[in-house]
T-cell receptor, first 111, second 116 residues
């Protein structure tokens, strides 16, 4: 059973602060996705990382895939209230396989 | 194209009743997935279709659950004899198979089921 553990489970910060959330597993993934979910809505895809060591940037968000493709991190610079939401990582063990999700990190950014 | 849509958005039912949810995927996407998400958890895989064929079912999908995708377009998920433990958000996602966007699934807004 592939498990994805996300930490921290909950993070409450002030606007302008930086933060990093983590997604770890003992399994190797062929790709890893990060999603953001707002209350009462479905997850929205932010990024997919495929290559070990890969770094992708999406405005103030920086995503990194571990060299061994077992872990990933999401760093947010100068967080804004609009960044509030549940951040989920999801891994696939082979192309087009089903996704295994972590429990998510709930981020609250206060003005 | 307006993305994945799900209907209804909310459903309240009494224990023992049957419910059916509908998902309309993005039109060119031939893979369709159903997930269940409970409070404080990430989505858990239930089943998926490639075109009209149901290719995989999770152990979470008890015999009270059935899913169909009769024409390879929209899909339905039916829960018979609902139980309070079925209360959850039911999410549908779609993905093109054979394209370059490997493993990128696009989710609908979900159906929130409450069983009283």
């Amino acid at each position: 059973t592939q498990l994805l553990e996300q930490s921290p489970q909950f993070l409450s910060i002030q606007e302008g602060e930086n933060l990093t959330v983590y997604c770890n597993s003992s399994s190797v993934f062929s790709s890893l996705q990060w999603y953001r979910q707002e209350p009462g809505e479905g997850p929205v895809l932010l990024v997919t990382v495929v290559t070990g060591g890969e770094v992708k940037k999406l405005k103030r968000l920086t995503f990194q895939f571990g060299d061994a493709r077992k872990d990933s991190s999401l760093h947010i610079t100068a967080a804004q209230p609009g960044d509030t939401g549940l951040y989920l990582c999801a891994g696939a063990t082979s192309g087009y396989s089903t996704l295994t999700f972590g429990k998510g990190t709930m981020l609250l950014v206060s003005p | 194209d307006t993305g994945v849509s799900q209907d209804p958005r909310h459903k309240i039912t009494k224990r023992g009743q049957n419910v059916t949810f509908r998902c309309d995927p993005i039109s060119e996407h031939n893979r369709l997935y159903w997930y269940r998400q409970t409070l404080g958890q990430g989505p858990e895989f239930l089943t998926y279709f490639q075109n009209e064929a149901q290719l995989e079912k999770s152990r979470l999908l008890s015999d009270r659950f059935s899913a169909e995708r009769p024409k390879g377009s929209f899909s339905t998920l039916e829960i018979q004899r609902t139980e309070q433990g079925d209360s959850a958000m039911y999410l549908c996602a779609s993905m093109p198979f054979g394209g370059v966007l490997i493993d990128e699934q696009f989710f609908g807004p979900g159906t929130r089921l409450t069983v009283l």
